[in-house]
């Protein structure tokens, strides 16, 4: 998990690479379409061709470290192996490639379920190409100006991820009194029960009384939540986009290519 | 929008009743309030008396953000900006820049103009970070500063402050309201600011609310506090210290009788040890003792160290050792790591190098309950310890979790619920309480078990003065019985009065330890933990500086504006605030 | 010098009405709370992994757990448009994080909030009992079964598997979403923070004093 306090921050080692510098909407467009390709994709080999498209450009076009990007897509591994294993085991199919108990893996259960999980892992890695190369500002005022999403909305998902940190410490201290005060040792399911609300309406109850201060608060700065105001950083969609298009484009050509002519 | 006549008052509310939709009756009702143009008002009231309530109509908030039944008219200029007591809950954007940024844009000033103006309005408030500042690193004092300056932007002919001060540390409180007092005479001011240290000196006029939410009386300080000071007493607002008298006719005046007070309150000081210095002689042998020396410590920390993850040191090499009985308060600037020295010595983090023993055992090695039955904690926030649905449930909690019989529970609870004053809410769920209910709550429903040690972290940070008195009156009983105090604050006051020792953490060490009579004393070492000198000690000061001044053969009728101990030089500059 | 100044002039009367259209104050309340659904969501989303690995099907349990941040703020503010905001909110918060359904986590959240905000419209907004809020829970469970069938994750499954996983996630829909939410509102309304939203208003029968 990243960490609370830098999340939808771009480090300063690969601030200035070409994914970066894309308009964060144009981005995000780009990858929903890229994802999209993979539905209409039914073999294996093309999954994981097409699934090495995010992974190329994350190590090249972003320059995010590789061992940031392995640690970040490391978690995913088990859940490849997991989606790959059970339409193995559990889908439909008539050649049966092994037999045991009441599981029968079969030829067109492994292919389904290799491309399914590999079709996965490109989702993660778009995401996560996304979400390391995206600050959440840029984001969201992005959406704002160039999605026309109405202010209200905007700058409530900034105000509001600006507190999570905040929270992270709360649910810390709940913890901390908690232990102090002997909450772990009521005994029972009821207890535990019990245990779970105690944390978190305290910590729900906290975080309705900062959203009311903080919307106030804007409130009272003139904020009326219309695109009735001017923008200190404006994003525009420009040259990097264009060529982050062709880039994506070419690349997804170039898996073609490679597939039809070579396999 | 209207554009009035000459005639109508600059702001106003004329015949306005507001009833929240929770509650049974109104908290106005039927308010009639001018301020002029330029005036400094002063709204002062008990909690529920409706201040708060005035101001959120004056600036607007009622009924734009908050929905309540309202009724009459309220005129105001067009641009009016709003200070909040939350450092951390008025803010949108990442960095210092588009914070301010946030506020021209809903004002539509061209992008252009931005830069500009953002660097002046930051110049106006003193905040000297750079631009990209990212704002959850900035310390509470700065933040509010940030706030200030992000009304500023708005260009307001009217700033309505809804107590700034109220999470900062002392040396903050002052920065900010002086920032406050510059803007005097430029604009506008509309101020609740429970601390009356530093403003009352300059407002034009206070309007004191009943617990009714009625306008009792108006007019300049010195008559209001004067003709209603039982009232304002009866209240729990916090007296101004020095004010009314000034440094300069007190020091002028032979035999000043507020200088008796504090010339007492030293020597009191000075031969004893706080609080207990009262003809207690035994505790007075155990406190004065020398760590070194004497018996067994009931805590003991041995070169500890703290390090995150990240490589931030927070203090390191700690050595304390505290004695059964002990009143120690820990004092540091906001951020200093006070809080996490308390959770060091409760268990509730390790050190990263080490160790912490209670009774001569090492933390370590207790089991969680054997434990928090030796030590208590009271955390900040009473909220985060409310784990029972009912007031008395809660007091009564750690009796059952360590099994006591059904009628011990209940005769020691009613007596903690008593001697708190809240018996009669019993029944309530413990989040419905008020602030003062909620904080005295949070220190019940940790004595019942008697632990040997107690600590408290901010136990009256935010609480108005009846509350304060009445926790430190019950922590006093307790220590007086015995057991040992570990307190984190900021109140100074309240250290030279009971605490029998001081830690003072800063810049990552310990850098005081020792009685609070000899810190009080060092006003080079108070600065550098962000602190300011009790009223007695400043008097000493200024006492000395004169005598010396004197001897020097200097002018001694020369005005001298009432400077600060333990400001930081740097930030003293005149910075003049636009019009 | 300006010959006039601007004023702005604030009249109110008693009868202010209970606008039924969301205000900065509530939107805001959704968004927070549904981050910290979201910041749930994503520690979820490993919880579900390994149950998926040790015992497949028996994680559609547990589905239902990720529909339950438009219950609550559905529950509490009762206007229109809050259940979609809600799923949104979270789904952001997750997604940024990495959750591991990437971007789509965006998809699934618009379509799952849209399902349980076309329930609470069916009630037109005026009706909150415990049988609508199950319902809005198994109407984003019932949403989100298609997204997954296009996604590829259930669409081989052999039909027994595939009716097994339906069941088992409307049931969790219901629940974990439903009821699990409707319980929480009702927890916070009983602390006090909640006395100025409809949840806690719509219950009062109080008349202004004056």
């Not at chain 1, 981005?27 to 090495?52: A, E, N, R």
């Not at chain 2, 005129?75 to 210092?96: H, K, N, S, W, Y």
């Not at chain 2, 972290?457 to 006093?476: H, K, V, Y």
């Amino acid at each position: 998990m990243s960490d609370l306090y830098t999340a939808g921050q771009v480090p300063s080692s690969y601030a200035s690479s070409l994914v970066v510098r894309v308009n964060p909407s144009v981005k995000l467009g780009l990858h929903l379409l890229c994802m999209l390709v993979f539905i209409f994709v039914h073999d294996p080999v093309t999954s994981c061709g097409l699934m090495l498209i995010p992974m190329v450009l994350a190590l090249t076009a972003a320059r995010i470290p590789v061992w940031t990007f392995v640690k970040r897509m490391a978690p995913f591994l088990l859940l490849f192996i997991s989606t790959t294993w059970i339409l193995s085991a559990y889908g439909k199919g008539e050649t049966v490639l092994w037999h045991g108990g009441w599981v029968t893996i079969t030829q067109e259960g492994l292919v389904k379920g290799l491309n399914i999980g590999l079709r996965m892992l490109g989702f993660v890695a778009y995401g996560a190409l996304f979400a390391m190369t995206t600050e959440v500002t840029l984001l969201a005022l992005s959406l704002m100006q160039q999605c026309k999403l109405p202010p209200k909305f905007g700058y409530a998902l900034l105000a509001g991820f600006r507190f999570l940190p905040m929270f992270k410490e709360e649910y810390e201290q709940i913890k901390s009194a908690h232990r102090v005060r002997g909450v772990a040792r009521v005994p029972g399911l009821r207890g535990k029960l019990e245990t779970f609300t105690r944390y978190t309406i305290p910590l729900l109850a906290q975080g309705i009384r900062k959203a009311e201060r903080v919307a106030i608060a804007l409130e009272a700065r003139g904020f009326d939540g219309t695109h009735n105001r001017t923008f200190y950083r404006e994003l525009r969609v420009g040259a990097n986009d264009a060529i982050y298009f062709s880039l994506l484009l070419s690349l997804h050509l170039l898996v073609y290519l490679v597939l039809t002519k070579f396999i | 929008m209207n554009t009035l006549t000459s005639k109508t008052p600059f702001l106003a509310s004329e015949g306005v009743s507001v009833q929240f939709f929770d509650r049974d009756t109104p908290v106005l009702r039927e308010m009639n309030v001018e301020i002029a143009k330029n005036e400094a008002v002063l709204l002062l009231g008990p909690s529920g008396s409706g201040k708060s309530t005035l101001l959120q109509v004056l600036s607007g908030i009622i009924p734009r953000s908050i929905e309540a039944w309202f009724k009459g008219t309220v005129i105001r200029p067009e641009r009016v900006g709003v200070m909040f007591q939350d450092p951390d809950a008025q803010f949108c954007m990442l960095t210092v820049e588009d914070e301010i940024a946030f506020s021209l844009e809903n004002r539509l000033v061209p992008r252009a103009q931005m830069r500009g103006i953002i660097e002046q309005v930051m110049r106006d408030v003193r905040l000297e970070v750079p631009l990209t500042t990212p704002i959850r690193e900035l310390s509470g004092g700065l933040k509010q500063r940030l706030a200030l300056a992000c009304l500023l932007a708005l260009e307001p002919e009217v700033l309505f402050v809804d107590e700034p001060t109220a999470q900062l540390d002392p040396l903050n409180t002052q920065l900010v309201i002086e920032d406050l007092r510059r803007l005097k005479g430029q604009k506008t001011l509309v101020m609740i600011e429970h601390k009356l240290d530093g403003v009352v000196e300059w407002v034009d006029r206070v309007l004191l609310f009943n617990a009714t939410g009625q306008l009792v009386a108006q007019g300049n300080p010195r008559e209001i506090l004067r003709d209603h000071a039982q009232m304002i007493r009866e209240y729990g607002i916090w007296q101004p210290k020095l004010w009314p008298v000034t440094w300069d006719e007190m020091l002028a005046t032979v035999k000043h009788p507020l200088a008796d007070r504090l010339e007492h309150q030293l020597a009191v000081q000075a031969n004893s040890i706080g609080a207990t210095l009262a003809s207690d002689g035994k505790l007075l042998e155990q406190t004065q003792s020398d760590p070194h020396v004497s018996k067994a410590p009931i805590l003991e920390v041995r070169e500890a160290s703290l390090r995150y993850k990240n490589g931030h040191v927070v203090w390191q090499g700690l050595n304390v050792s505290v004695q059964p009985g002990e009143w120690v308060a820990i004092l540091g600037p906001n951020g200093a790591g006070k809080s996490t020295f308390l959770k060091l010595v409760g268990g509730l983090i390790e050190p990263t190098k080490g160790q912490v023993q209670v009774k001569g055992k090492t933390l370590s090695r207790y089991r969680t309950p054997e434990l928090y039955d030796t030590v208590g904690f009271v955390f900040q926030n009473p909220e985060h310890q409310f784990i029972a649905d009912t007031v008395f449930e809660e007091v009564a909690f750690g009796g059952k979790v360590a099994g006591w019989a059904q009628e011990r529970i209940e005769q020691e609870s009613v007596q903690l619920l008593t001697d708190f004053r809240l018996l009669d809410l019993r029944d309530k769920n413990p989040f419905t309480l008020s602030q003062g209910q909620k904080r005295r709550l949070s220190v019940a429903g940790m004595l019942l078990k008697r632990q040997e040690v107690l600590l408290l972290d901010e136990p009256t940070f935010g609480q108005d003065a009846a509350t304060t008195a009445e926790l430190l009156q019950r922590m006093q009983e307790r220590n007086e019985a015995g057991t040992t105090i570990l307190m984190a604050t900021h109140d100074v006051e309240l250290v030279a009065e009971y605490a029998t020792r001081v830690l003072v953490i800063g810049e990552g060490k310990l850098l005081y330890d020792g009685r609070p009579h000899a810190l009080f004393q060092q006003p080079d070492l108070l600065q550098r933990a962000s602190l300011t000198a009790p009223l007695a000690y400043e008097y000493q000061l200024r006492r000395r500086e004169q005598a010396a001044k004197d001897q020097g053969g200097h002018d001694s009728a020369k005005h001298e504006e009432p400077a600060l101990v333990g400001r930081n030089s740097s930030e003293q500059k005149e910075g003049d605030l636009r019009v | 010098m300006q010959p006039t100044r601007q004023f702005e002039l604030t009249k109110g009367g008693v009868d202010m009405k209970t606008s039924r259209v969301v205000n900065f104050r509530e939107i805001m309340i959704t968004v927070i709370l549904s981050m910290i659904c979201g910041v749930a969501y994503f520690g979820w989303g490993f919880f579900y992994n390994v149950l998926d690995a040790a015992l497949p099907s028996s994680t559609e349990l547990i589905y239902g757990l990720w529909f339950v941040a438009s219950i609550i703020t559905a529950y509490i503010v009762q206007k229109p448009g809050v259940a979609m905001l809600s799923e949104v909110a979270a789904a952001f918060v997750e997604m940024i994080f990495g959750g591991q359904w990437g971007l789509s986590t965006l998809v699934f959240g618009l379509i799952q909030g849209a399902a349980a905000e076309l329930i609470f419209a069916g009630f037109r907004y005026r009706s909150f009992h415990l049988g609508v809020v199950v319902l809005a829970g198994m109407a984003s469970a019932a949403a989100s079964i298609p997204i997954d069938y296009y996604q590829g994750y259930i669409g081989d499954l052999t039909t027994g598997m595939l009716v097994l996983k339906i069941v088992l996630r409307l049931l969790s829909g219901a629940i974990l979403a439903g009821v699990l939410g409707k319980v929480v509102g009702d927890l916070l309304a009983k602390t006090g923070v909640l006395n100025s939203y409809l949840l806690v208003r719509s219950k009062s029968d109080r008349k202004p004093a004056f």
